[in-house]
């Protein structure tokens, strides 16, 4: 399957996909360096930052060029270039200041520190605009997909809206907590959306590849429509209790009991379905 990807994948996917698997690689190197040498994980001066950076970009680039290949637009071909040239520079440039030993956002120390924190901001505006685009898009129209395929698509891009969204809100308040005079303040503040910010981005990731493997399937058109809507939901639910959550000021590891239990429902849900398409698909595949 993955296989049949790459092969029918335009030049710019392609493109796409190597610099997500590049990005995605140095981000296991970062992991991989901090268990070796025991560095420190925390504070904004970890390599643990270069390490989340990569992943989840190499993921989220390689997981956009695919799911907008099911979305018809003139313009995808320029849109998706700049998604992974942004993609790439924020992994860039974040690795760079960890090497450094300096923080990478909301530093303002130097002006060589001040370009990187403004080219980053700039490559967050990028990647929104690039993202909205897609979105309208894939809400007016996609190709000749199924309908569960289109349902993921939108949901999806949707979330990862809400996720640069919030990536923006986190600039936006470090940068006037920085500029305030209190670095130290601005990690504390814009760290609180964190959990927010990561669940939401990887919806793109989870939602269609169920949807993906559903249709590759010999599930019913009309039960696999149906696990869709309720992959989306239990998604949907996920996002709005880290919200909660984040704005609240709640810790995501001692949330309120309801919370919690909710939480566990709608990862039990994702878990199930996205096991039972896993499977499904697999089955088809092999009686193929």
Not at 78 to 87: E, N, Q, Y
Not at 179 to 207: C, E, F, N
Not at 224 to 235: H, Q
Request: hydrophobic share 60%.
């Amino acid at each position: 399957m993955l296989m049949g990807i790459w092969r029918d994948a335009r030049p710019v996917e392609r493109l796409s996909y190597a610099l997500g698997a590049a990005l995605f690689t140095g981000g296991l190197v970062h992991v991989v360096v901090l268990l070796v040498t025991g560095w420190t994980w925390m504070g904004p001066l970890s390599l643990r930052k270069a390490a989340t950076f990569g992943l989840s970009f190499g993921l989220t680039l390689v997981t956009v060029a695919w799911a907008t290949s099911f979305v018809a637009m003139r313009a995808r071909r320029l849109l998706l270039g700049l998604f992974a040239g942004a993609s790439t520079g924020e992994v860039v440039l974040v690795s760079m200041q960890a090497w450094r030993g300096v923080p990478s956002h909301f530093n303002f120390e130097t002006g060589f520190d001040t370009a990187v924190s403004m080219t980053l901001a700039a490559g967050g505006g990028v990647l929104i605009l690039t993202t909205i685009a897609f979105t309208v898009a894939a809400v007016a129209g996609t190709r000749q997909s199924a309908p569960g395929m289109r349902v993921a698509i939108r949901f999806g891009l949707i979330a990862l809206l809400v996720a640069l969204a919030t990536g923006a809100a986190m600039i936006a308040r470090g940068v006037i907590a920085s500029r305030s005079g209190d670095p130290q303040l601005a990690y504390t503040t814009a760290g609180a959306l964190k959990p927010l910010h990561a669940v939401a981005m990887h919806a793109i990731l989870v939602v269609p590849v169920v949807a993906w493997l559903l249709d590759r399937s010999a599930v019913r058109a009309d039960l696999g429509l149906k696990l869709v809507w309720s992959t989306v939901v239990a998604y949907a639910a996920l996002i709005a209790l880290v919200a909660v959550e984040s704005i609240a000021g709640v810790s995501p590891l001692a949330p309120p009991v309801a919370a919690a239990i909710a939480s566990v429902v709608a990862v039990v849900v994702l878990a199930t379905v996205g096991m039972f398409a896993l499977v499904e698909g697999v089955k088809r595949q092999r009686v193929r």
